[in-house]
Every structure is written in C-alpha cells, then in structure tokens.
C-alpha cells in the first residue's frame, strides 16, 4: 500500500495494524519492530509489539548507597544482576545515602542543588525557606529561640560585645569575627 495523494504520493503513509491501515502524513516507526504506525497505535502496547521492551530504558535504585543505574530493555538483564554489578564494581558506597539537610533544628529538607542558599553573613548552607538571617539563627539575639537555633549547637560567629559603660537606650554592638 503506498502513502500520500495523487498530488503527492511519496507524503505519509499508511498504518500496519491489520485493522487501521489509516493514511497517516506523520506516522510513527516503532524502535523495536520497526513498522510504521498512526497516532493511535504508535505505542507498544496499542500494536501488540512482538519486542515492546527492546531499546527501552529503566532506572534501577541501589537500596545501599541511593545511586541510580540506568539499563536499557536490550541487554535481557533482570535488575538483580545489574545490582549485583554495580555491587561488585566498587561504586557501592552505603555512607553516600545520607544526603545533607537543612541545619535548622527540626527542619529536614534534604539540601539539593536547586534548594540550596548560602547566607552571606555566616556561609552556612540552608533550606531555601531559612535563607534569610532572621530565619536560621543567624545572630545571637535569635539564638535564643530554641527552633531557630542550629542543630550542631555552634553559632554562626557573630559575636554581641556589651559593654557596661553603655546606656540602656543604644543597642548593643555586633562584630563579625
């Protein structure tokens, strides 16, 4: 069966599920029987492909370190034996699991690359929620909130000198060290 119009025979072509056989002008070539089908039966599934999972791709988690393995459909292998291979690869590193988290007391988002801020005055690593000074115990005053505080029990660095000769009506002075 061709494809096309009479204008144009050689655009399209025509679906090879038995009972389609829709003219199609962008058809679709399956990856693993390499027929060319419609919108509709463009998927494995909807043509009985007699290979679906030939070229696919699936991503096996490694339960010990929390590292991705990626396989394709192709090589026949079960997901125990690419575990077993990364296992015996040396790449397996059970204390990668832990991944960082937020240092604010009782926060416990996991710090990644695009919820991660520096906060410029003490260089510490935080949440994205707790990226304002205020917000993770950045100065002394603020330590005195038990949620806020970090949870190593170190401040930032800020140190608050009171001196006695000051009056109660000027603040206390704050240097970095």
């Known amino acids: 069966m061709g494809g096309g119009t009479e204008a144009f025979p050689d655009l399209g072509s025509h679906c090879q599920k038995s009972d389609c056989h829709q003219l199609d002008f962008l058809p679709f070539t399956c990856n693993a029987c390499h027929k060319v089908f419609c919108l509709e039966h463009r998927l494995a599934k909807s043509h009985e492909c007699p290979k679906p999972d030939a070229g696919s791709r699936k991503v096996v988690v490694c339960e010990a370190c929390s590292a991705a393995i990626e396989t394709t459909g192709c090589d026949g292998e079960d997901e125990k034996k690419v575990l077993e291979r990364h296992d015996k690869s040396g790449d397996c590193d059970p204390r990668r699991k832990k991944k960082p988290t937020c240092p604010v007391r009782r926060c416990k988002e996991v710090l990644t690359f695009s919820n991660t801020a520096t906060c410029k005055t003490c260089r510490g690593r935080v949440c994205l929620k707790h990226r304002f000074p205020a917000d993770h115990a950045c100065n002394q005053q603020r330590s005195s909130n038990k949620f806020l505080a970090p949870r ?19 603040p206390p002075s704050v240097k970095a060290c």
């Open 152 to 170: 190593n029990g170190k401040d930032c660095g800020i140190k608050v000198s009171i001196s006695s000769s000051s009056s109660s009506s000027q």
